[in-house]
Structure formats: C-alpha cells, structure tokens
C-alpha cells in the first residue's frame, strides 16, 4: 500500500500543470518554482528493506528534479541504512549488487 501511495503521489507530482507549480517573481523578472515532495515510508523491520529502498529511491528522483532538501519532507519508520545486520552500514541499495 505505501509502494502505490508514493507512486500515486510520484505520478501528480509529474503531471502537475507547470502553471501552478511555478510562481512570477516581479523584483526578478523570472518563475520561481514552489514544489514541495512528501516521502513516507511507514514499514519497520528488516525483511521490509525493500520499502526503504525504494523510499530513498524517490528521494534521489525528485533530488534530481531540483527540489531542494528544504522542500522535501522524508518520514521513515526505521533507521535501515544503520541497521546491525546491513553488510554495508550507512548504504542502501535498490538492486542486488
């Protein structure tokens, strides 16, 4: 369920009419965006890693969007990347290495 919720809102956040996501800024003559991205990921425990994964997924996507750290809310049950049986502490990966 939180896997289709975050590609429900992945897909609105794609679809988004450009007119309202960008506002004028009169001192700049410019459009300044006002996007703002919300990841949950609500699953705890270790056998639920692959919903951490692709939490942090979404995170680097819309990252790479250009919304900056400040307008990105990440909410995660669990600390996966310091988990005591993560083989690479501090990592998390989305495909099998």
């Not at 809310?73 to 988990?83: F, G, H, K, S, Y």
Request: hydrophobic fraction near 40%.
């Amino acid at each position: 369920m939180g896997c289709l919720w975050l590609w429900l809102c992945w897909r609105s956040l794609l679809l988004a009419p450009v007119s309202h996501a960008l506002e004028p800024r009169a001192d700049l003559g410019t459009f300044e965006r006002n996007n703002w991205a919300v990841l949950v990921e609500t699953s705890k425990y270790w056998y639920n890693y692959r919903h951490a994964a692709n939490t942090l997924s979404f995170y680097h996507t819309v990252k790479r969007l250009g919304i900056p750290d400040s307008q990105i809310i990440l909410m995660m049950a669990e600390d996966v990347p310091c988990n005591s049986r993560n083989a690479k502490p501090g990592t998390v990966f989305n495909e099998k290495q």
